[in-house]
């Protein structure tokens, strides 16, 4: 099964900006399709962004809570996904969690997450 770590969460005031990143193992992007998550104290962990497909064959989508001030992208050769908000706000703070979607099986898998606080 696919391996998922993320790293760059932290504090940071409100109105910076962060750029999450998650290591898959190799060749996962090709056969995981690539998302992210969150999840806020007392919350459903829910949708951010992510691709539509495997590799160079989908387009990306974002959740309208980070649309216009996001940016996700990913390098297929070092299966490194990262993920840039912009302008953060206090309900940006949440545990971001790396998403990899089995294309055959629908089966999700997902890494340990990584904490951002956004405080003043």
């Known amino acids: 099964q696919v391996q998922l770590v993320e790293s760059g969460g932290g504090l940071v005031q409100p109105g910076g900006s962060l750029r999450l990143s998650c290591q898959a193992s190799?060749?996962?992007?090709?056969?995981?399709?690539m998302s992210w998550y969150r999840q806020a104290p007392g919350k459903q962990r829910e949708f951010v962004a992510g691709f539509t497909s495997i590799m160079d064959a989908g387009t990306t989508k974002y959740a309208d809570s980070v649309k216009g001030r996001s940016t996700i992208s990913k390098d297929d050769a070092r299966t490194i996904m990262t993920l840039e908000i912009n302008r953060l706000e206090p309900e940006d703070t949440a545990v971001y969690y790396c998403?990899?979607?089995?294309?055959?099986?629908?089966?999700?898998?997902w890494g340990k997450g990584t904490q951002v606080t956004v405080s003043a």
């Open positions: 190799p060749n996962a992007f090709n056969t995981y399709i």
């Open positions: 998403n990899g979607r089995n294309m055959w099986s629908g089966n999700n898998y």
